[in-house]
């Protein structure tokens, strides 16, 4: 058969993860922890099993889930979402974006995606046959240019993808953006996906400006999270999506024919682990201790840090080391010297040029400090 979607790569996390695993090299590619999650949690998944919670739940989650979440966001960010219709519980956050974006995407509609993106947005853009226009994101700070917004935004503009914090840059959107984005979209019927799987992880006590934060954004906003992030259990493919009522109804159009529902005794021990806040409100100076850690460690490198604000991603400048690309390097660095890291430009399609690489610091410190002693002497 001729493929419908000849185009689509294997996605960049497979390829470095797997030439990780080949080379026996430290693996600072794709997302994820190399430390468990906490005993308890896995306790409470194996007391749902025993309890008998092994059949399908709510098509949308269990209610107990809901209301956690629910409160939760009402405590964070001010706002309440409406435990029944207004948030669902996805096999992780990928899951919820693919069923936002082709609920409503249709075959023309222009969606605004900042690069470098996050590799899962464009593919689902365009298999819905949506066009993707990109707005790159402009200097150290990875800033974005809100007069270039307001010159791409038109009819056909159905939808704009914010990420924050941000994946690859760890850079975070401010206020003052979230007010800019405000002013472009009120009064407009432009849907606004939110992808906040890194909500948790913010550093130097700046503050997660959560679209549901802001009442004109709100009212157009799907807002996806990431348990999996949040729990240090990738594995698990467990999140979440809020929107207001009339948004959540589509998107159960295709939730129901993408999975029907998730994991239930999952659901049963998230309810649980979620009624005590500290599990998720430690997570951010967790994720600083690292981040510092690991920035010292790579101090006396020739790598250039463009230190993170938020994620568990630090991205480093290798310019001074080769003039190589940095897809080319990353094979390199992972073959010869077995540390892998992820090359920016796979996030990035417009900027092929790109010397920066992405490490992943959600590492045990032993992991830290070994792979930094190999950078050491590059
Ligand atoms: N969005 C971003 C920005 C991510 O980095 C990831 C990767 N974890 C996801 C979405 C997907 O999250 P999940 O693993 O919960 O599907
Ligand atoms: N979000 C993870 C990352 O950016 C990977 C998720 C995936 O493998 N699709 O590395």
Redesign the pocket.
């Known amino acids: 058969h001729p493929s419908k979607f000849p185009n689509n790569k294997t996605s960049i996390f497979s390829v470095m993860s797997s030439m990780a695993r080949e080379n026996n090299a430290i693996d600072l590619s794709q997302?994820f922890p190399n430390f468990e999650t906490d005993a308890r949690l896995k306790e409470l998944v194996y007391k749902a099993m025993k309890d008998g919670y092994n059949q399908y739940p709510p098509m949308n989650g269990i209610p107990e889930l809901r209301e956690q979440i629910s409160a939760k966001i009402e405590k964070l960010y001010g706002v309440k979402y409406k435990v029944d219709s207004e948030i669902t519980m996805t096999?992780?956050?990928?899951?919820?974006?693919f069923s936002a974006i082709t609920a409503f995407v249709r075959p023309g509609d222009e969606v605004i995606v900042f690069k470098p993106a996050?590799d899962?947005y464009e593919p689902a853009i365009k298999l819905n046959d949506g066009k993707p226009i990109l707005v790159q994101l402009k200097g150290s700070n990875f800033s974005i240019d809100w007069q270039e917004v307001k010159e791409k935004i038109n009819d056909r503009t159905k939808m704009v993808i914010i990420?924050t914090p941000?994946?690859p840059t760890g850079s975070v959107m401010s206020k003052e953006d979230m007010q800019q984005l405000e002013g472009l979209l009120k009064n407009t019927n432009i849907i606004l996906l939110s992808?906040e799987?890194?909500e948790h992880i913010i550093f130097d006590n700046i503050e997660h400006q959560s679209a549901s934060r802001f009442p004109y954004l709100a009212e157009r906003a799907i807002v996806?999270s990431?348990?999996?992030?949040t729990f240090h259990n990738?594995g698990w493919?467990?999140?979440y999506c809020v929107a207001p009522e009339e948004l959540m109804k589509e998107i159960w159009k295709v939730h129901e024919l993408v999975t029907f529902c998730v994991n239930h005794p999952m659901q049963r021990a998230f309810a649980e682990h979620l009624k005590n806040p500290k599990n998720y409100l430690s997570l951010s100076s967790f994720y600083q201790e690292k981040r510092d850690k690991f920035l010292k460690l790579m101090e006396g490198t020739k790598f250039t840090a463009i230190p993170s604000k938020g994620?568990y991603y630090q991205l480093f400048d290798f310019s001074e080391i080769t003039d190589e690309k940095d897809t080319d390097f990353a094979n390199r660095l992972t073959q010869e010297h077995k540390v892998a890291s992820i090359p920016v430009s796979e996030f990035n399609i417009d900027k092929k040029d790109n010397q920066q690489l992405r490490f992943c610091f959600a590492k045990t410190n032993e992991t830290l400090e070994k792979a930094a002693e190999i950078l050491n002497r590059i």
């Open positions: 997302g096999s992780g956050a990928t899951q919820a974006l996050y899962s990420n941000h994946n992808d799987v890194y996806c990431s348990f999996g992030k990738t493919k467990m999140g994620t």
